[in-house]
């Protein structure tokens, strides 16, 4: 299912960075991304987002935040491995959970696993969706630690060493 929306939050603050430079864009200057949402065994989801300036990682994590009322708090490193690492902010909703409001939104999760998934699983295929020739994602936390999900009720360590591929995956092996 294909859904429009525009990217409120995001424009806004590219909007505020041309302001200081005495720059100003315009509806010629949007362009578009598709955002892909998946909850785990659930089909996915594909959101049309618009955005102005490049096209990275950040700049995808803020549209899933602007659709999703969640806040997905990331920075990437590139490495001397040749690939990109995630850097999950212990700030962000992966680890504070959500708040009342967010949970009442378009995307209410009943527990703390399929939020952790959701996000994880929804920012790495937005990623490969837009942004192909970056290749694998690599998921971290406290600036290249492993990301631990320690809320989990099985908690669950992801290795900074190694792709992100999906729920599934990390599920099964």
Request: proline share 3%; with cysteine.
């Amino acid at each position: 299912m294909r859904k429009i929306f525009a990217v409120i939050l995001a424009m806004t603050m590219l909007l505020g960075l041309a302001a200081c430079k005495d720059e100003t864009y315009t509806d010629e200057d949007n362009k578009e991304m598709t955002l892909v949402v998946q909850r785990v065994g659930e089909e996915a989801e594909e959101y049309s987002a618009l955005y102005v300036g490049d096209l990275t990682v950040e700049a995808i994590a803020m549209c899933l935040s602007e659709l999703t009322g969640l806040r997905f708090d990331v920075t990437t490193v590139a490495n001397d491995y040749g690939y990109l690492t995630v850097d999950w902010s212990a700030d962000g909703t992966l680890f504070t959970g959500p708040s009342e409001e967010q949970n009442e939104g378009d995307f209410p999760f009943g527990n703390y696993e399929s939020l952790a998934w959701f996000m994880l699983d929804s920012l790495n295929l937005s990623v490969q969706r837009n942004l192909p020739d970056l290749g694998d994602l690599y998921y971290s936390m406290d600036g290249g630690k492993a990301l631990v999900l320690g809320q989990m009720l099985d908690p669950v360590t992801i290795s900074p060493d190694k792709p992100y591929i999906s729920s599934e995956y990390q599920l099964t092996h």
